[in-house]
Nanobody, 123 residues
């Protein structure tokens, strides 16, 4: 099993920044990906960004490209999502997830999920 604990969410204003963290523990894999997803009320879960833990390659959704950056700290087994220039449409519950294998943008292909952290951006 893999345990994921997100933190760093909060209430901010348009243009502000936040950094989300995702601390991973438990089972390890030789090759795995960590992804960030978000879900706003009444909407489907949406891919935000993902990183391959061993290679460090990343992908970001078009909606956040240039504003959000995914990264990792191997020593801390923690992934991060740096969110800059936040907009009201970024308001959602943010989840990190892990899967064994390469980067995938489809939420249903991730095996382990955190409990989520709320990000609210006021205009």
């Amino acid at each position: 099993q893999v345990q994921l604990v997100e933190s760093g969410g909060g209430l901010v204003h348009t243009g502000d920044s936040l950094r989300l963290s995702c601390a991973r523990s438990g089972r390890t894999f030789s090759n795995y990906a960590m992804g960030w997803f978000r879900q706003a009320p009444g909407k489907e879960r949406e891919f935000v960004a993902a990183i391959n833990w061993s290679a460090g390659t990343t992908i970001h959704a078009q909606a956040v490209k240039g504003r959000f950056t995914i990264s990792k700290d191997n020593a801390k087994n923690t992934g991060y999502l740096q969110m800059n220039s936040l907009k009201p449409e970024d308001t959602a519950a943010y989840y990190c997830a892990v899967r064994s294998g390469s980067i995938i943008t489809s939420a249903h292909l991730y095996d382990y999920w955190g409990q989520g952290t709320q990000v609210t951006v006021s205009s």
